[in-house]
């Protein structure tokens, strides 16, 4: 019983871990222009006039037409863009997204870190044990 109470426990510190590196993406507020998102050729958040927000893999232009691209249950389908309907277009910030991700695993595993030592941490001043 102890044998597969350790396995599933280490199961769970694995799958926890899995769950922690799952990255967020964060877009830059500077916003460019359409030509400018085909030759970054990265992950994009289109803000339409009517503030809906779209979030593209990557911007291509195909003959005149720009088109954005997205998965839809594991098919990446191109959606047509149109330029007038563009309010605001802005690509991924990687350096900030690594940042943000990498953070969010250590304060979490700090934290963690803290909290077992509170629990396990036995202090009795009454006892005539030195602290070593």
């Known amino acids: 019983m102890k044998v597969l109470y350790k396995k599933t426990q280490m ?3 694995l799958l926890a871990f899995i769950f922690l590196l799952q990255s967020c ?3 830059k507020r500077t916003p460019i222009s359409l030509d400018e998102a085909v030759a970054a050729n ?3 958040k289109v803000i339409t006039r009517d503030d809906k927000k779209h979030k593209f893999r990557k911007i291509e232009k195909i003959g005149s037409v720009y088109y954005g691209s997205i998965k839809i249950n594991g098919e990446i389908t191109k959606i047509p863009l149109q330029q007038n309907e563009i309010k605001s277009l802005r690509q991924v910030d990687k350096t900030t997204s690594t940042i943000l991700t990498v953070g969010t695993i250590l304060v979490s595993a700090g934290a963690i870190v803290i909290v077992i030592g509170i629990i396990t941490f036995d202090y009795n001043p009454d006892s005539n044990d030195p602290i070593l």
Do not use: A, G, T
Request: proline share 0%.
């Open 11 to 13: 199961l769970s510190i």
């Open 25 to 27: 993406h964060v877009y």
């Open 42 to 44: 990265r992950r994009m």
